[in-house]
């Protein structure tokens, strides 16, 4: 892996990234809800572009991996702003950007603005507007009145956190109840056995994308994770194709 280097931002928060330099478009890899640049398929992602010579951008947004900050204070807008500045300091040409779950959605956010640089998107479980289908009636009420809900975690973690800033800058970050003006190839990829985010949101995701070319492959026997052997290299394959 390349080293962990920091982008400091106009307001001094130090975002950790790895970048390896090569040909383009460049892959860039966004993380899920508190998840970093040391999971499987963003290594594998890493792996396989230092092995082929393409350029990676890794990152972790701030308050999660190695950057500094409070996760509390994380939105998916301020999360944007770090993937786009890291973006334009570190890459020169096109770039394809690989969103895992929250990561699909911020991959939307981050495509609008950056227009004709983006040469695809690769979503992996995407999630965007969960903050709408994914909590019940009771819980936006509470997440609503400032309320930090505490969910458990699938995966053996300890509870995991929705603080209320985040929960309603996502719900001013809605995508899938218009028109998503975003035109590059794209491809989504999901477990049909995901249990946190419903195959249909990828469904919905390829209707409301007003590209032509979007693919959705539904993968049998594949969780939300997406991390088997077989999946890994679904994904590269993917990646290798569209790039």
């Known amino acids: 892996?390349?080293?962990?280097?920091?982008?400091?931002?106009?307001?001094?928060?130090?975002?950790?990234?790895?970048?390896?330099?090569?040909?383009?478009?460049?892959?860039?890899?966004?993380?899920?809800?508190?998840?970093?640049?040391?999971?499987?398929?963003?290594?594998?992602?890493?792996?396989?572009?230092?092995?082929?010579?393409?350029?990676?951008?890794?990152?972790?947004?701030?308050?999660?991996?190695?950057?500094?900050?409070?996760?509390?204070?994380?939105?998916?807008?301020?999360?944007?702003?770090?993937?786009?500045?890291?973006?334009?300091a570190e890459v020169q040409g096109e770039v394809v950007l690989v969103g895992s779950s929250m990561g699909g959605w911020l991959m939307l956010l981050a495509a609008r603005e950056l227009g004709g640089k983006v040469a695809g998107l690769v979503g992996i479980a995407s999630a965007p507007d969960f903050t709408a289908w994914g909590y019940d009636e009771d819980q936006k009420t509470r997440l609503a009145n400032g309320e930090t809900l505490l969910t458990e975690n699938a995966y053996g973690y300890d509870p995991t956190p929705t603080h209320a800033g985040f929960w309603r800058d996502g719900q001013d970050c809605r995508q899938l109840e218009s028109e998503i003006a975003i035109d590059c190839p794209v491809r989504l990829l999901h477990g049909q056995d995901d249990t946190d985010v419903p195959p249909e949101i990828s469904l919905r995701l390829a209707a409301a994308l007003r590209s032509q070319d979007v693919q959705v492959t539904l993968v049998k026997g594949g969780d939300h994770r997406l991390s088997r052997d077989s999946d890994i290299a679904l994904l590269l394959r993917t990646v290798a194709a569209l790039a």
């Open 1 to 88: 892996m390349p080293e962990t280097r920091f982008h400091e931002m106009p307001d001094g928060r130090r975002i950790a990234f790895r970048h390896s330099p090569g040909t383009g478009p460049a892959i860039v890899f966004l993380p899920g809800y508190m998840s970093d640049m040391a999971g499987s398929k963003a290594t594998a992602l890493s792996a396989w572009a230092q092995a082929e010579g393409r350029e990676c951008l890794l990152l972790d947004y701030s308050g999660c991996g190695e950057s500094e900050g409070d996760f509390a204070e994380g939105t998916l807008a301020r999360w944007t702003e770090e993937a786009l500045s890291l973006i334009a």
